[in-house]
């Protein structure tokens, strides 16, 4: 399959699970570089955020933290990044190795905003806060259940997207030949 195809199909698929879910997916490969996200643009409070050169290495760490984590257990990651939010990421995962990543966010499971209210308060930045108070309003909030059940989806995505091939394994990969050779 082309990359062209690859990435028209996982655009298809982030525009359907936001279409269900109102939550953000982003989808990267296995060196952690986005691929596609839908909507294409971040919410307005992270946006916000990332006007900020050091918030915006902060939001990189995080994400690049977890996907490692992701990585090494093979297992679906809850965490809260540095303003506070609520980003969930799921391996793509054939014969055992990881090809890439789903990851959805953006969003809050505290309807009082207390975690990122309390990080927005300890920030040191040039940031208008009174404006990143305003735009966190309008951050989603999602219940754990729903958390729970949004992770589920993309478990059930994963699948989709192995049945499919729009990911799979190149055998010219070093890392399937060597799976291949201890197998």
Same mark, same amino acid.
């Given at each position: 399959?082309?990359?062209?195809?690859?990435?028209? *199909?996982?655009?298809?698929?982030?525009? @359907? =699970?936001?279409?269900?879910?109102?939550?953000?997916? /982003?989808?990267?490969?296995?060196? +952690? @570089?986005?691929? !596609?996200?839908?909507?294409?643009?971040? !919410?307005?409070? !992270?946006?916000?955020?990332?006007?900020?050169?050091?918030?915006?290495?902060? +939001?990189?760490?995080?994400?690049?933290? /977890?996907?490692?984590?992701? +990585?090494?257990?093979?297992?679906?990651?809850?965490?809260?990044?540095?303003?506070?939010?609520?980003?969930?990421?799921?391996?793509?995962?054939?014969?055992?190795i990881v090809l890439g990543f789903l990851q959805f966010g953006q969003i809050t499971d505290d309807k009082e905003h207390t975690l990122s209210k309390?990080?927005?308060?300890? *920030?040191?930045? @040039?940031?208008?806060?009174? !404006?990143?108070?305003?735009? *966190?309003?309008?951050?989603?909030?999602?219940?754990?259940?729903?958390?729970?059940?949004? $992770?589920?989806? =993309?478990?059930? $995505?994963?699948?989709?997207?192995? =049945? @499919?091939?729009?990911? $799979?394994?190149?055998?010219?990969?070093? /890392?399937?030949?060597?799976?291949?050779?201890?197998?």
């Open positions: 399959m082309t990359q062209d195809k690859t990435r028209l *199909l996982l655009e298809e698929l982030a525009k @359907n =699970l936001y279409n269900v879910c109102k939550t953000t997916l /982003a989808i990267y490969d296995v060196d +952690c @570089n986005l691929i !596609c996200a839908y909507p294409h643009k971040m !919410c307005d409070f !992270c946006t916000l955020v990332r006007t900020d050169p050091l918030l915006e290495e902060c +939001c990189f760490f995080h994400d690049k933290q /977890a996907l490692d984590k992701c +990585c090494k257990t093979h297992k679906a990651v809850k965490y809260y990044c540095h303003m506070g939010l609520v980003e969930v990421v799921r391996p793509i995962i054939q014969d055992g309390s990080k927005i308060e300890a *920030l040191n930045t @040039n940031i208008d806060k009174d !404006c990143l108070y305003s735009k *966190l309003t309008k951050v989603r909030y999602r219940s754990p259940a729903y958390i729970e059940s949004i $992770s589920k989806i =993309l478990e059930m $995505s994963v699948a989709y997207i192995l =049945l @499919n091939g729009i990911f $799979s394994i190149k055998t010219d990969r070093l /890392a399937y030949v060597i799976l291949d050779h201890i197998k």
